[in-house]
């Protein structure tokens, strides 16, 4: 509704002239917030919408940006809430001013009229109403939410985070309760919240189906760069493309703290995969739960695990491209490890694919930061008879500018990849650069090599920072009429 008619409304009951400025904001805020609440459930159906990229709705949805959407409706709906709260402060000193005499006559349903002309405290409002109380209780519910919900915390206490967030329920029980007392206005958030509440709830019926299956790790590696190499059965009936992700709960560390994770494997292998790399406390409890020292205390072997997914992501439509260029840095490899491996696989076996060719430029901080990449590029380019990846290393810890040092650096890699065909520092067919690459002359050397290809897949993982570069490549030459960059990231 418009402000106009909440205006209307007000005067219309007969509320006072100097409450009118609060309905209107009030119940607009409200209005809003009752449309956010129900809709930002959609955000997080994982099920719902990897079933949802299989489909047409995937050439008009942006579904890689759910979970930024999902926080973009989060704090507009916490703006909202303040706003909301701040309309209910003049309406409460209204009705505060207020005889009870008046007021029973404005609300009869309501308020009884016991003949006394005394106002009603400003805490009989707060205190002893049910919107008074389920108003400060969802005030201090959400207040818990946001703040644990911040960068900051999810990286000291993912498990603050995620217990805090399981309030959720709570914040919408509190919801329609506050809303059913309405005096201006009949109760309407619960008919906002039944469609998307019946959709979230069978999302996570399907989750909870398949969560509590223990599944056995076969394998368990520590891996230089902090990362821990996980290999473990894969369930019966599990299908998957590559580029997706599963949530893992580590038995050992309790059996309810879920983490998303990109599989590492290649959905023809029989077993599944994951590179952990440890940088909070849960993924580094992790890795010394899985430390050979203390893997022989747990009974039965290796700590079993619960697994949830597979879930879709941008990376996976790889496939609906000629040529697709994937970059990757730090961790953010993982998900091209898995692509790589399926596209050779595809092409030894004749598998129809249209993706004809790969270029996967990975950046790194020194050669040695994740040397399982290099085991991984390595294992590609042994079975990559057709030529169909190519693979750019850049290293960033030396000098952009071409100072002595990495010049000298330049003239000896040049020179043995042109005798050995291989790089002197990773011993790789692959070239490696030095500096930060180049993303504009990168895409601008690939319109010239495929001038008959109309689309090239971009698909990066990553830092926000090289996201936001790649993006920026990638506009900067879609301005020209030549191939066009569709690009997909995932930011960590």
């Not at 490899?333 to 692509?339: D, E, L, Y």
């Not at 495929?450 to 996201?467: A, D, N, Q, R, W």
Request: charged share 15%.
């Amino acid at each position: 509704m418009l402000p106009y008619d909440y205006s209307l409304q007000a005067v219309s009951s007969g509320v006072p002239e100097v409450s009118a400025v609060g309905v209107v904001v009030s119940r607009g805020s409200a209005a809003a917030i009752s449309f956010l609440f129900p809709y930002m459930l959609l955000t997080v159906c994982r099920n719902l919408i990897t079933r949802c990229r299989e489909t047409f709705l995937n050439r008009y949805v942006p579904f890689d940006a759910a979970i930024d959407f999902h926080r973009v409706m989060a704090m507009t709906a916490i703006v909202l809430t303040a706003v909301h709260s701040l309309g209910h402060v003049v309406n409460l000193y209204a009705l505060a001013v207020s005889e009870l005499s008046i007021l029973a006559c404005l609300f009869p349903a309501v308020l009884s009229n016991n003949g006394s002309e005394m106002p009603l405290p400003w805490t009989f409002w707060f205190f002893q109403t049910i919107p008074g109380v389920t108003g400060l209780l969802l005030l201090l519910v959400l207040s818990f939410i946001y703040v644990f919900a911040s960068r900051y915390f999810r990286r000291v206490s993912f498990r603050a985070f995620w217990l805090t967030h399981y309030l959720y329920s709570t914040v919408y029980i509190l919801t329609v309760i506050h809303g059913s007392f309405g005096l201006l206005q009949q109760p309407r958030f619960f008919i906002y919240l039944i469609p998307p509440g019946l959709l979230f709830l069978l999302d996570k019926l399907i989750s909870l189906s398949r969560k509590k299956v223990e599944i056995p790790v076969l394998r368990a590696e520590l891996l230089p760069s902090g990362v821990t190499y996980l290999e473990f059965k894969r369930p019966v009936g599990f299908a998957y493309r590559s580029g997706q992700w599963v949530r893992v709960a580590c038995l050992a560390l309790g059996s309810d703290e879920y983490h998303p994770f990109t599989l590492t494997s290649a959905p023809h292998q029989e077993t599944l995969s994951l590179h952990i790399r440890a940088v909070g406390p849960w993924t580094s409890q992790l890795r010394d739960c899985y430390h050979p020292d203390r893997t022989g205390h747990h009974a039965g072997g290796l700590p079993k695990l619960y697994l949830d997914g597979p879930f879709g992501e941008g990376h996976q439509e790889w496939t609906d491209f000629e040529v697709s260029v994937l970059v990757g840095a730090g961790i953010g490899v993982t998900p091209f490890a898995s692509i790589l491996k399926d596209l050779v696989f595809k092409s030894s076996v004749k598998s129809k694919v249209q993706c004809k060719k790969i270029y996967f430029i990975w950046v790194t901080r020194t050669q040695r930061q994740f040397e399982w990449v290099s085991d991984i590029i390595r294992e590609v380019e042994e079975a990559d008879a057709q030529d169909l990846v190519s693979v750019h290393i850049y290293i960033t810890q030396l000098a952009h500018k071409f100072d002595l040092r990495t010049t000298m650096l330049y003239v000896c890699e040049r020179h043995f990849q042109k005798v050995w065909n291989r790089s002197v520092f990773t011993g790789l067919r692959s070239v490696t650069h030095f500096g930060r690459p180049p993303f504009s002359a990168f895409f601008s050397s690939l319109q010239e090599v495929h001038p008959e290809v109309k689309k090239i897949g971009v698909f990066s993982c990553g830092p926000p920072g090289l996201t936001k570069n790649v993006e920026k490549a990638c506009q900067q030459m879609n301005k020209r009429d030549q191939a066009h960059f569709m690009h997909h990231y995932e930011n960590f």
